[in-house]
């Protein structure tokens, strides 16, 4: 059974830094590049990062640049997402994606989502 199980969320002052983790399950997880992507309330879903299957090749959404670090753990069949300097822009729910892409079919699975509400 695939499972993706997102930890870390919570209420934090703006300016603050929280760790998202997402522990994979179930499925060949070094195969699969990992993305964060989350939703804000009233809005759609908003990509914000992804590490390729090794691990060696990141990407962020320009807002986000410079604040926030994708990792993974394929030994641990972990990824993070750490997330410095925190904006109430930044409250959303994030979901953690595995994906892979053989020839033209697309293999992904989410998670549940994890609440970070950015207040003070």
């Known amino acids: 059974q695939v499972q993706l199980v997102e930890s870390g969320g919570g209420l934090v002052q703006p300016g603050g830094s929280l760790r998202l983790s997402c522990a994979a399950s179930?499925?060949?997880?070094?195969?699969?590049?990992m993305s964060w992507v989350r939703q804000a309330p009233g809005k759609g879903l908003e990509w914000v990062s992804d590490?390729?299957?090794?691990?060696?090749?990141?990407d962020y959404t320009d807002s986000v640049k410079g604040r926030f670090t994708i990792s993974r753990d394929n030994a641990k069949n972990m990824v993070y997402l750490q997330m410095n300097s925190l904006k109430p822009e930044d409250t959303a729910v994030y979901y953690c994606?595995?994906?892979?892409?053989?020839?033209?079919?697309?293999?992904?699975?989410w998670g549940q989502g994890t609440q970070v509400t950015v207040s003070s």
């Open positions: 994606h595995a994906s892979k892409i053989i020839v033209v079919t697309i293999f992904d699975y």
């Open positions: 590490i390729n299957s090794g691990g060696h090749s990141t």
């Open positions: 179930g499925f060949t997880f070094s195969r699969y590049a």
